[in-house]
T-cell receptor, first 115, second 111 residues
Framework: EAGVAQSPRYKIIEKRQSVAFWCNPISGHATLYWYQQILGQGPKLLIQFQNNGVVDDSQLPKDRFSAERLKGVDSTLKIQPAKLEDSAVYLC?????????????FGPGTRLTVL | RKEVEQDPGPFNVPEGATVAFNCTYSNSASQSFFWYRQDCRKEPKLLMSVYSSGNEDGRFTAQLNRASQYISLLIRDSKLSDSATYLCVVNRGTGGFKTIFGAGTRLFVKA
């Protein structure tokens, strides 16, 4: 079974530029999550989708971050404009049903460096 | 205060040692609990779910104490391959839940 796919794996940009990340969850998984993991910290949930609807985006900095999950499958996360403090690994995860007992399966992440 | 707090570590132990990690959570609405493992520069992977009755998987034992709001992970007979960061994870809420990760505890197992 294919895992969660993410691209690109690495991205280096200058501050104030824009960047987009893509995620393809495990086939059939209804729930998709985007996390931000800063070095030395645990992942922080940015947004959670159930199919193509948003369940939680309370920690998404909406002035610069946006995310969508068209057709309830793939998802993109965008940052515009980027700040130095956005340097982190952006992890996408998916799970079957969106129940709080679900296992979340993570992709390899996109490592973003903002200069 | 963070909603999920873990022992800061790192823990440096010899092979064969027993090591225990603790995690506390502050929100009593927390419903489900997990330990994830994260290797260096890799993604987190589920190690085990944590149940009120406690659960064991080989050398790993997880315990949950809802009254005191803490979770523990015990690793017996440590192996070199156990070296990783162990993340305590709490899901708060039921219908629309929220996932909160602790900062992780780093374990180094040495020969």
């Amino acid at each position: 079974e294919a895992g969660v796919a993410q691209s690109p794996r690495y991205k280096i940009i200058e501050k104030r530029q824009s960047v987009a990340f893509w995620c393809n969850p495990i086939s059939g998984h209804a729930t998709l999550y985007w996390y931000q993991q800063i070095l030395g910290q645990g992942p922080k949930l940015l947004i959670q989708f159930q199919n193509n609807g948003v369940v939680d985006d309370s920690q998404l900095p909406k002035d610069r971050f946006s995310a969508e999950r068209l057709k309830g499958v793939d998802s993109t996360l965008k940052i515009q404009p980027a700040k130095l403090e956005d340097s982190a690994v952006y992890l996408c995860a998916s799970s079957w049903y969106g129940q709080n007992t679900d296992t979340q399966y993570f992709g390899p992440g996109t490592r973003l460096t903002v200069l | 205060r963070k909603e999920v707090e873990q022992d800061p570590g790192p823990f440096n132990v010899p092979e064969g040692a027993t090591v225990a990690f603790n995690c506390t959570y502050s929100n009593s609405a927390s419903q489900s609990f997990f330990w994830y493992r994260q290797d260096c520069r890799k993604e987190p992977k589920l190690l085990m779910s944590v149940y009120s009755s406690g659960n064991e998987d080989g050398r790993f034992t997880a315990q949950l104490n809802r009254a005191s709001q803490y979770i523990s992970l015990l690793i017996r007979d440590s192996k070199l391959s156990d070296s990783a960061t162990y993340l305590c994870v709490v899901n708060r809420g039921t219908g629309g839940f929220k996932t909160i990760f602790g900062a992780g505890t780093r374990l180094f197992v040495k020969a």
